[in-house]
């Protein structure tokens, strides 16, 4: 597994995490830890997108079953934790819609090689690492 995002004790803001997978890849998985939370009810949305060498602009990459966008948001409303793991996996042939929301999310989408995953930090403080794995 790659590290997109090493553990980091991050405030509130956008961050971009540019990464390439393997050119044989057909999916991903993204693997997220928390590892520590401020004390107010911080959230953390991740959401991924994918490079459009034509238009030279990074694209969110949506679900085929859904035309939903890939993202996962950890709120406190799913029990985030200091110390959890979140995943959020796509392959071209999932063919069911992804769940509203969790922590393990699954959607079924074609994955380009040239990617940027989207962590938005909202509220307070997080500490989190973020790998990626190729899916043959």
Do not use: H, W
Not at 6 to 21: I, K, M, Q, V, W
Not at 95 to 121: D, E, H, I, T, Y
């Amino acid at each position: 597994m790659a590290v997109v995002a090493p553990s980091l004790l991050r405030a509130t803001g956008t961050y971009n995490f540019d990464f390439r997978l393997s050119a044989a890849a057909r999916g991903l998985a993204i693997t997220s830890r928390i590892t520590a939370k401020g004390a107010g009810a911080a959230t953390l949305t991740q959401t991924l997108q994918f490079y459009d060498e034509a238009s030279g602009f990074f694209i969110p990459l949506t679900d085929s079953t859904a035309a939903a966008p890939v993202a996962v948001s950890q709120t406190p409303g799913i029990a985030v934790a200091a110390s959890d793991n979140f995943r959020l996996v796509v392959y071209p042939s999932f063919g069911q819609p992804a769940p509203a929301q969790g922590k393990n999310m699954f959607f079924s989408a074609a994955v380009p090689s040239s990617l940027r995953l989207v962590c938005v930090v909202a509220v307070d403080t997080i500490t989190f690492s973020v790998g990626a794995k190729s899916l043959y």
